[in-house]
Protein backbone atom coordinates (compact mmCIF):
# COMPACT_ATOMS: atom_id res chain seq x y z
CA UNK A 1 0.00 0.00 0.00
CA UNK A 2 1.19 3.37 -0.40
CA UNK A 3 1.91 5.39 2.68
CA UNK A 4 0.72 8.97 3.30
CA UNK A 5 1.75 11.73 0.95
CA UNK A 6 1.65 15.35 1.73
CA UNK A 7 1.90 18.44 -0.93
CA UNK A 8 3.65 20.66 -1.24
CA UNK A 9 7.09 19.38 0.11
CA UNK A 10 8.33 22.68 0.75
CA UNK A 11 6.39 26.23 0.74
CA UNK A 12 7.49 29.97 1.39
CA UNK A 13 4.72 32.57 1.97
CA UNK A 14 4.88 36.25 3.49
CA UNK A 15 3.33 37.53 6.22
CA UNK A 16 -0.29 37.98 5.95
CA UNK A 17 -1.00 35.36 2.90
CA UNK A 18 -2.68 32.28 3.60
CA UNK A 19 -1.74 28.84 2.96
CA UNK A 20 -3.26 25.11 2.01
CA UNK A 21 -1.76 21.89 2.43
CA UNK A 22 -3.11 18.72 1.18
CA UNK A 23 -2.46 15.21 2.99
CA UNK A 24 -3.50 11.90 1.57
CA UNK A 25 -3.94 9.04 3.83
CA UNK A 26 -3.55 5.18 3.58
CA UNK A 27 -6.21 3.86 1.53
CA UNK A 28 -8.92 2.60 3.63
CA UNK A 29 -7.80 4.74 6.72
CA UNK A 30 -10.98 7.22 7.62
CA UNK A 31 -8.75 9.46 10.26
CA UNK A 32 -6.38 11.95 9.39
CA UNK A 33 -4.39 14.38 12.22
CA UNK A 34 -2.24 17.25 11.57
CA UNK A 35 0.71 18.24 13.98
CA UNK A 36 2.97 21.05 14.42
CA UNK A 37 6.48 20.77 14.47
CA UNK A 38 8.79 23.25 15.13
CA UNK A 39 12.49 23.34 17.25
CA UNK A 40 10.74 25.43 20.41
CA UNK A 41 7.42 23.61 20.45
CA UNK A 42 8.10 20.49 19.39
CA UNK A 43 5.61 18.44 18.03
CA UNK A 44 1.96 19.57 18.55
CA UNK A 45 -1.64 18.28 17.78
CA UNK A 46 -3.57 20.26 15.92
CA UNK A 47 -7.07 18.51 14.53
CA UNK A 48 -8.10 15.38 13.81
CA UNK A 49 -11.00 14.35 10.88
CA UNK A 50 -12.94 11.74 10.89
CA UNK A 51 -15.64 10.56 8.13
CA UNK A 52 -15.27 14.85 7.31
CA UNK A 53 -15.86 15.60 10.66
CA UNK A 54 -13.53 17.21 12.85
CA UNK A 55 -13.36 14.92 15.62
CA UNK A 56 -10.64 16.46 17.74
CA UNK A 57 -8.95 19.56 18.20
CA UNK A 58 -5.81 21.23 19.76
CA UNK A 59 -5.00 24.50 21.39
CA UNK A 60 -4.52 26.28 18.30
CA UNK A 61 -5.50 29.60 16.89
CA UNK A 62 -8.61 30.23 14.70
CA UNK A 63 -6.55 30.95 11.83
CA UNK A 64 -5.75 27.24 11.74
CA UNK A 65 -8.71 24.86 10.09
CA UNK A 66 -8.69 22.03 7.90
CA UNK A 67 -11.55 19.88 6.27
CA UNK A 68 -11.68 16.16 4.91
CA UNK A 69 -13.59 15.21 2.05
CA UNK A 70 -15.64 12.17 1.26
CA UNK A 71 -12.51 10.02 -0.17
CA UNK A 72 -10.66 10.55 3.39
CA UNK A 73 -8.07 13.31 2.07
CA UNK A 74 -7.71 16.40 3.95
CA UNK A 75 -6.32 20.13 4.09
CA UNK A 76 -5.23 22.24 6.45
CA UNK A 77 -5.80 25.90 6.00
CA UNK A 78 -3.50 28.06 7.84
CA UNK A 79 -4.70 32.29 7.43
CA UNK A 80 -2.92 35.59 8.11
CA UNK A 81 0.35 33.74 8.23
CA UNK A 82 2.51 34.68 11.20
CA UNK A 83 6.73 34.14 11.13
CA UNK A 84 5.74 31.86 13.71
CA UNK A 85 3.91 29.45 11.43
CA UNK A 86 7.33 28.75 9.93
CA UNK A 87 7.20 24.77 10.64
CA UNK A 88 7.22 21.32 9.48
CA UNK A 89 3.29 20.24 9.53
CA UNK A 90 3.00 16.30 9.31
CA UNK A 91 -0.25 14.65 8.66
CA UNK A 92 -1.28 11.20 10.12
CA UNK A 93 -3.94 8.42 8.99
CA UNK A 94 -5.09 5.76 10.81
CA UNK A 95 -8.01 3.37 10.57
CA UNK A 96 -9.91 5.31 13.01
CA UNK A 97 -11.70 2.11 14.65
CA UNK A 98 -9.71 2.10 17.76
CA UNK A 99 -8.22 3.42 20.34
CA UNK A 100 -4.52 1.80 19.95
CA UNK A 101 -4.58 2.32 16.07
CA UNK A 102 -1.31 3.14 15.00
CA UNK A 103 -0.75 6.46 13.34
CA UNK A 104 1.17 6.17 10.05
CA UNK A 105 2.91 9.81 9.03
CA UNK A 106 3.59 11.55 6.09
CA UNK A 107 7.05 13.48 5.24
CA UNK A 108 5.41 16.80 5.85
CA UNK A 109 5.60 20.26 4.74
CA UNK A 110 8.38 22.28 5.71
CA UNK A 111 6.27 26.02 5.60
CA UNK A 112 8.76 28.76 5.81
CA UNK A 113 6.88 32.46 6.34
CA UNK A 114 9.21 35.61 5.76
CA UNK B 1 -4.41 14.67 31.77
CA UNK B 2 -1.78 12.68 29.90
CA UNK B 3 1.92 13.08 29.80
CA UNK B 4 5.51 12.05 28.91
CA UNK B 5 8.82 13.27 29.74
CA UNK B 6 11.68 12.03 27.78
CA UNK B 7 14.56 12.22 30.40
CA UNK B 8 17.55 12.99 28.22
CA UNK B 9 17.47 15.52 25.03
CA UNK B 10 20.15 14.07 23.72
CA UNK B 11 22.48 10.73 23.95
CA UNK B 12 25.70 9.54 22.38
CA UNK B 13 27.11 6.13 21.94
CA UNK B 14 29.57 4.04 20.38
CA UNK B 15 28.73 1.86 17.30
CA UNK B 16 28.11 -1.39 18.17
CA UNK B 17 27.67 -0.72 21.95
CA UNK B 18 23.96 -0.69 23.92
CA UNK B 19 21.27 1.85 23.39
CA UNK B 20 19.12 2.75 26.17
CA UNK B 21 16.24 6.22 25.71
CA UNK B 22 14.43 6.48 28.76
CA UNK B 23 10.84 7.92 29.25
CA UNK B 24 8.21 8.29 31.44
CA UNK B 25 4.51 8.71 31.29
CA UNK B 26 1.66 10.20 32.99
CA UNK B 27 -2.25 9.07 32.28
CA UNK B 28 -5.50 8.19 33.70
CA UNK B 29 -6.45 5.53 32.43
CA UNK B 30 -3.99 2.56 31.22
CA UNK B 31 -2.37 3.95 28.50
CA UNK B 32 -1.16 3.33 24.68
CA UNK B 33 2.27 4.03 24.20
CA UNK B 34 4.60 4.07 21.04
CA UNK B 35 7.59 5.28 20.02
CA UNK B 36 8.59 6.94 16.73
CA UNK B 37 11.84 7.89 15.41
CA UNK B 38 12.54 10.68 13.00
CA UNK B 39 15.44 11.20 10.60
CA UNK B 40 16.61 14.27 9.38
CA UNK B 41 13.97 15.99 6.84
CA UNK B 42 12.09 12.94 7.05
CA UNK B 43 8.60 12.39 8.63
CA UNK B 44 7.85 9.99 11.40
CA UNK B 45 8.53 6.10 11.54
CA UNK B 46 6.20 3.69 14.45
CA UNK B 47 9.34 1.88 15.75
CA UNK B 48 6.64 -0.12 18.27
CA UNK B 49 3.92 -0.03 20.42
CA UNK B 50 2.19 -0.76 23.59
CA UNK B 51 -1.39 -1.64 24.06
CA UNK B 52 -1.74 -3.82 27.06
CA UNK B 53 -0.52 -6.62 25.45
CA UNK B 54 2.99 -7.83 26.83
CA UNK B 55 4.98 -5.72 28.92
CA UNK B 56 8.16 -6.23 26.50
CA UNK B 57 7.67 -4.71 22.95
CA UNK B 58 10.09 -5.39 20.13
CA UNK B 59 9.58 -3.55 17.18
CA UNK B 60 11.48 -3.05 13.79
CA UNK B 61 15.55 -2.82 13.66
CA UNK B 62 16.09 -4.60 16.92
CA UNK B 63 14.36 -2.31 19.37
CA UNK B 64 12.14 -3.06 22.19
CA UNK B 65 11.03 -1.29 25.16
CA UNK B 66 9.65 -2.26 28.42
CA UNK B 67 6.55 -1.29 30.05
CA UNK B 68 6.87 -0.61 33.52
CA UNK B 69 3.58 0.26 35.10
CA UNK B 70 4.77 0.70 38.66
CA UNK B 71 7.61 2.89 37.28
CA UNK B 72 5.34 4.65 34.98
CA UNK B 73 8.35 4.10 32.26
CA UNK B 74 8.35 2.84 28.59
CA UNK B 75 12.34 2.76 28.27
CA UNK B 76 13.84 2.23 24.40
CA UNK B 77 16.31 -0.34 24.48
CA UNK B 78 19.24 -1.83 21.57
CA UNK B 79 21.36 -4.48 22.21
CA UNK B 80 23.96 -3.11 19.61
CA UNK B 81 23.95 0.67 18.12
CA UNK B 82 24.18 0.90 14.24
CA UNK B 83 25.59 4.22 12.45
CA UNK B 84 21.93 4.45 10.89
CA UNK B 85 20.06 4.54 14.06
CA UNK B 86 21.12 8.17 14.31
CA UNK B 87 18.38 10.13 14.43
CA UNK B 88 15.71 11.74 16.39
CA UNK B 89 13.52 9.34 18.94
CA UNK B 90 10.08 10.06 20.32
CA UNK B 91 7.55 8.23 23.76
CA UNK B 92 4.34 8.68 22.74
CA UNK B 93 1.33 8.67 24.74
CA UNK B 94 -2.33 7.91 23.31
CA UNK B 95 -5.65 8.85 25.96
CA UNK B 96 -7.54 5.84 25.44
CA UNK B 97 -11.15 7.35 24.50
CA UNK B 98 -12.59 5.87 21.36
CA UNK B 99 -13.25 8.56 18.86
CA UNK B 100 -11.53 10.96 20.96
CA UNK B 101 -7.55 9.91 20.81
CA UNK B 102 -4.67 12.40 20.10
CA UNK B 103 -1.27 11.50 20.67
CA UNK B 104 0.91 13.44 23.18
CA UNK B 105 4.67 13.72 22.00
CA UNK B 106 7.76 13.54 24.67
CA UNK B 107 10.23 16.73 23.45
CA UNK B 108 12.33 14.31 21.90
CA UNK B 109 15.87 12.51 21.91
CA UNK B 110 18.21 12.68 19.82
CA UNK B 111 20.57 9.77 19.60
CA UNK B 112 24.09 10.28 18.08
CA UNK B 113 26.11 7.34 17.08
CA UNK B 114 30.11 7.35 17.40
CA UNK B 115 31.98 5.62 14.53
Same mark, same amino acid.
Given at each position: %? ?9 ? =? %? ?9 ? #?? =????? #?? #? ?22 ? %? ?22 ? *????? #?? *?? *? ?19 ? *???? | ?7 ? &? ?31 ? @? ?5 ? @??? &?? +???? @? ?13 ? &? ?6 ? +? ?34
Amino acid at each position: %KAGVTQTPRYL =I %KTRGQQVTLSC #SP =ISGHR #SV #SWYQQTPGQGLQFLFEYFSETQRN %KGNFPGRFSGRQFSNSRSEMNVST *LELGD #SA *LY *LCASRLGQGESDTQYFGPGTR *LTVL | AQSVTQLD &SHVSVSEGTPVLLRCNYSSSYSPSLFWYVQHPN @KGLQLLL @KYT &SA +ATLV @KGINGFEAEFKKSET &SFHLTKPS +AHMSDAAEYFCVVSAPNFGNEKLTFGTGTRLTIIP
